[in-house]
């Protein structure tokens, strides 16, 4: 693949050759370190098709993998995540033509293969709860003078306390210290971070591990920003 900068001012590329048609094979990789666990089976990939792809879409075969998706935003410094119908920063599940996306791989032989039929001419936000089985979630967003971060913890009876593929999504750090960043830490805080945890509806009180890392700003504020829960708090 390639790696590009862009100066912030407007620019256009000029692509030549064959547009990508049919079904493709993401090529994917799983190794294992010593230390196997929520560092190993990350692939950097992208959107092989000249328009976006829903990442939802039945068009889109995932073996082996974790069903969050990761995407760097520039704009904020912070890394945007999607998983089950939650978003946390931009990323809505429609991944743009050549755009870079991360992926977890979590089994041997991963595979991803995207068909035709993922491709959508939706280029806006698309808001689908109703197709997820998302029983109550919750978004906390700490905000600074110019920067933020959120993350979003719910429960679903699908759900365990550990990792669930299909639903949480580990946290992603901003590439600057300065950055301020939120974290879940739902099984202590010798475990893995996530910006989307799911877990089973609790029988007693719940309590929530947050890590917050201010950066270099002075002054921030942690508030609940949004509960969807339809009467299930």
Known sequence: GYFVYFDPASSTIDLTGTFNRGPQNIPLTYNLSEMAGENDGWNLVANP????????SNGITK???????????????????????????????????GQAFWVKAIADNPSLIIDETAKSDNQGVHLRST????SATIRLALEST?????????????CSADFDKDYDAFKFYPSSTNTPSLAIYPNGFDTAPYVVSMSQFPSEMFQLPLEVKRGNQTQFTLSLVEVDADNEL
């Open 131 to 134: 197709d997820f089985n998302t």
């Open 146 to 158: 110019n920067r933020s971060d959120e993350v979003v913890f719910g429960f679903n009876d699908d």
């Open 49 to 56: 098709f000249p328009s976006a792809i829903d990442w939802d």
């Open 63 to 97: 073996v082996g993998l974790a069903s969050a998706v990761y995407v760097y935003n520039p704009s904020s410094g912070q890394y945007s995540s999607y998983v089950n119908g939650i978003s946390v920063g931009p990323l809505d599940g429609l991944i743009a033509s």
